[in-house]
């Protein structure tokens, strides 16, 4: 029984956190999931997601983020096999510094990283594949989900 209770409080947290696992998002306006139909973005939005993306907090954060797994991976000598959410994060890193104003999920498995979402222009569009193909571990690159939508006037209530 001794043995038994500490097993049990262990699986109740493993299962815990795996089913409390959020999605790896550009922005909070980003799709749920890469299965999510995606619309565009109004102006408002576009802009806060720029704004956030671009600050210099922001950017010193993701590269931090990115140097840390870099050196962890290294000093445990697996480069190019990567942990599902290592992968997610630093791919969702990478085009939230570079794809400002995009709306973008990214879900990976075995290394094959799947995005969704939006972009304000076919050019963004187009660096996805070239921009997550720079981390370490990234196999391929599926972007079918993603939309050129760009930004569009809130509504107004006359």
Known sequence: MKKFLPLLISGVLVVGAAACETPSRTSTNAPSNTGENVN??????????????????????????????EQRNNIT???ADRVDADLESEVRGKLE????????????????????????????????PTLAQEIKGVKSVDIKNVKVAPATPAPTNN
């Open 40 to 69: 565009a973005p109004t102006t408002e939005t576009a802009q806060q997601n720029q704004e956030d993306a671009t600050s210099e907090i922001r950017k010193d954060q993701i590269e931090s983020d990115i140097r840390a797994r």
């Open 97 to 128: 510094a570079n794809l400002p104003a995009s709306q973008l999920t990214v879900e990976s498995e075995d290394g094959v990283v799947t995005v969704a979402g939006t972009v304000p222009t076919q050019e963004q569009l187009n660096k996805i």
């Open 77 to 79: 000598g697996g480069d």
